[in-house]
């Protein structure tokens, strides 16, 4: 067997060995689609097709849609694709950010408190704040961000460009681009 057919939330996932030839996967396809299993009346599985590393041609894809189209034994729902991009983590710090302390933060991180007055934080990740920065935030690195509701005489420097007493009671993102400290604020925020 060149074929293994996985369930999954109702839909059955077709993982095709890539590693023989397409002709004999599609001769497997068809005899498999013919199998009692698969006919039963008024009900048609939804089915997604996992080629793995394969790059199908044209002529391909055609021969595969009338395998599938001849059988008539399940709904096409699509190709299975693999994620290129590993999924992110992001740190949480619960609690707030007490004055006198001083944290690096190198990673995405979510603060659950407040960045309180005389705290410093040198960033090189994005950061959100859940109750809002009141105190220092320190940036030499151009893909570090911060997110808050809140910024209350705060300070803020990135690249020797400093902003201070910075205030603001609406959602906002900071960051630094072209040789300046750039403040989108409001609901629809890029970040």
Partial sequence: MYILVKN????????????????ILLD??????????FKKEDYYP??????????????EILAFFKVLVECQSLLFGGFVEKKTQKEQEIRMIEGS??????IEI??????????????????NAKLYVMQGVYGIIESNN???????????????????????????????LVYYKDDAIVIEKGDYIHV
Avoid at 18 to 23: A, G, L, P, R
Avoid at 28 to 37: G, R, T, V
Avoid at 97 to 102: P, Y
């Fill in 8 to 23: 999954l939330n109702s839909r059955l996932i077709f993982v095709m060995n890539d590693e023989v030839q397409f002709n």
């Fill in 28 to 37: 497997e396809l068809k005899s498999l689609l013919k199998q009692s299993f």
């Fill in 46 to 59: 939804k089915a997604f097709f996992d080629f793995q590393c394969r790059i199908l041609k044209e002529d």
């Fill in 97 to 102: 950010i007490h004055g006198g302390e001083v």
């Fill in 106 to 123: 190198n990673e995405d991180t979510l603060i659950t408190g407040k960045i309180n007055p005389g705290a410093i934080i040198q960033l």
């Fill in 142 to 172: 151009s893909q570090a961000s911060i997110s808050s509701q809140v910024f209350k005489d705060a300070t803020l420097r990135f690249f020797k460009k400093t902003i201070h007493h910075f205030t603001t009671f609406e959602m906002s």
